[in-house]
């Protein structure tokens, strides 16, 4: 559900652009779209509303780039970085924290909330 959630708000803001004119009828599209690792559970998932979302519009033939940004764990305390995976932090908490496996810190999780970028390519 999230997905879907995300992907009608960026397809409404494509279709948008291309009303105001961005690329010509005929052109062929990319999106290419990096999101957070919270904001989709699965890239199969966003994928498929992509698809169903432009489907009878002008991106229907779009190829969707997509990128799923990885959550880390950045510690202050000893300068860690590390991917977390699956089930390592809450990604509903509003500040989403995690113990540091080196020196148990507790660290703020960067990188894994929204659309971190969004771009139109027409050729």
């Given amino acids: 559900m999230h997905e879907y959630g995300l992907m009608e708000e960026v397809v409404a803001l ?4 291309l009303r105001e004119g961005v690329c ?6 990319e999106v290419i779209l990096k999101v957070g690792g919270f904001a989709v559970h699965s890239a199969a998932a966003t994928r ?3 698809e169903v ?3 009878g519009t ?3 033939t779009a190829q969707l780039i ?3 940004a990885p959550v880390t764990l950045n510690c202050a305390g000893c300068g860690r ?3 977390l995976g699956e089930g390592q932090v809450d ?3 509003p500040l989403p924290l995690a113990q540091c496996p080196r020196c148990g810190q507790v660290a703020p999780v960067l990188g894994g909330r929204g659309v971190e970028s969004l771009e139109l390519v027409c050729d």
């Fill in 48 to 50: 498929q509303a992509f």
């Fill in 58 to 60: 002008p991106l229907e």
């Fill in 81 to 83: 970085q590390e991917t």
């Fill in 53 to 55: 979302l432009t489907k």
């Fill in 66 to 68: 997509l990128t799923v």
């Fill in 14 to 17: 494509l279709l948008q652009k």
């Fill in 24 to 29: 010509p009828e005929a052109a062929k599209m």
């Fill in 91 to 93: 990604p509903h908490a």
